[in-house]
């Protein structure tokens, strides 16, 4: 079965710092698709990132970078000199290469205050 | 354009009633999702058709029937509703699963029961 795991509940931050979030995934196929997506509170869902489990290679975007590591089943995502537009909960996701469905973490809730 | 549409984009209704909420995508997609995100934020699927045909119906009671008259629109129905049926209401699109590429969500609808 799959599974995510968000450990932090909620992350409060002053603008200009870095945050980390953590992303934990159980599967056993070898073959996966992680994502992350971010929740404004207005509510819409925005994708961020996709990535595929043969793709180890860390990205940048911008302030946004992950960290993806499969020897310990991670997919971190950080924020660099964080901004007030970044508050929102963020969650992680994980799709197996044949399966109709994301599962989702419970998601982490970033506040920056300014 | 918008990619994914769903309406209405809040719904009050009391105890008892059914309703619907509808759902297009204009993107040529050949899956789509409802999603239920609670009022944790945790986000569960709940449906996921494939070409029109139910791929995915992840134990949700039966007062809940989609419906998909083509491959462009997944309806949700919603008979007989209960307190516990508010929440957000998401309905995403994706080519075929997640392999191409990541799933587009809808703005959501917020369905509240009195």
């Known amino acids: 079965a799959q599974k995510v795991t968000q450990a932090q509940t909620e992350i409060s931050v002053v603008e200009k710092e870095d945050v980390t979030l953590d992303c934990v995934y159980e599967?056993?196929?070898?073959?996966?698709?992680l994502f992350w997506y971010k929740q404004p509170p207005s509510g819409e869902l925005v994708f961020l990132i996709r990535?595929?489990?043969?793709?180890?290679q860390n990205e940048i975007s911008g302030r946004y970078s992950w960290n993806f590591q499969k020897s310990t089943s991670s997919f971190n995502f950080t924020i660099t000199a964080s901004q007030v537009v970044d508050s929102a909960v963020y969650f992680c996701?994980?799709?197996?290469?044949?399966?109709?469905?994301?599962?989702f973490g419970a998601g982490t809730t970033v506040t920056v205050r300014a | 354009d918008t990619a994914v549409s769903q309406t209405p984009k809040y719904l009050v209704t009391q105890m008892g009633n059914d309703k619907s909420i509808k759902c297009e995508q204009n993107?040529?997609?050949?899956?789509m999702y409802w999603y239920k995100q609670d009022s944790k934020k945790f986000l569960k699927i709940m449906f996921s058709?494939?070409?029109?045909?139910?791929?995915i119906n992840e134990t949700v009671p039966n007062r809940f029937s989609p419906k998909s008259p083509d491959k462009a629109h997944l309806n949700l129905h919603i008979n007989s509703l209960e307190l516990g049926d508010s929440a957000v209401y998401f309905c995403?699109?994706?080519?075929?699963?997640?392999?191409?590429?990541?799933?587009?969500f809808g703005q959501g609808t917020r369905l509240t029961v009195v």
């Open positions: 058709y494939n070409n029109k045909e139910l791929i």
């Open positions: 993107l040529g997609h050949d899956t």
């Open positions: 990535r595929n489990s043969f793709d180890e």
């Open positions: 996701a994980l799709s197996d290469a044949n399966d109709y469905k994301l599962s």
């Open positions: 599967t056993r196929d070898t073959t996966y698709y």
């Open positions: 995403a699109s994706s080519p075929a699963g997640v392999v191409n590429t990541e799933a587009f």
